[in-house]
């Protein structure tokens, strides 16, 4: 394997590093949305068997306002782009659970383009042995970039 031909290996080792690192923080971010979105349907859950509650409303930099929820079984859903629509509690939990499905179906793909990736490094790191067992023993010193 040549120089150049090394420099190019870690290149690529590199871009697949980055590429794996991003796919990682893609994955906790599904990941942080679906607990979010469990969250949502239990909370739902809990206002539909207790609809006379205590709770507290963020209103910014930990500070928080006590107050009474007293629903009427109506929920407002943020649906995307800035739009919320008032849906009642089984529509909301059925939206919510359709997300759910995407978002798992999101973590699954990022798993699988993970594991591809892990893969591809772990190749890499054994042609990079290989050349560098290589330069020892041909007593070529490895050239530091």
Known sequence: MSQEQ???????MQ?????FADLSQRENTFLGVFREATA??????????????????PIGLGT???TKISSDSKIILNIGAGVAVEKDFPSA?????ERIKE???AIQDTAAK???AA??????????NQLMQAMQQSGQPPKSG
């Open 6 to 12: 090394a420099e190019q290996l870690m290149q690529q």
């Open 15 to 19: 871009m697949l590093e980055t590429y």
């Open 40 to 57: 949502a349907i239990e909370s739902i859950k809990s206002l539909s068997k207790n609809p006379e509650s205590d709770t507290l409303v």
């Open 64 to 66: 928080y306002v006590p």
């Open 93 to 97: 939990i059925n939206y919510l659970e």
């Open 103 to 105: 978002i798992e179906i």
């Open 114 to 116: 993970k594991q591809d």
């Open 119 to 128: 893969q591809r490094l772990e190749q890499g790191k054994a042609q990079v």
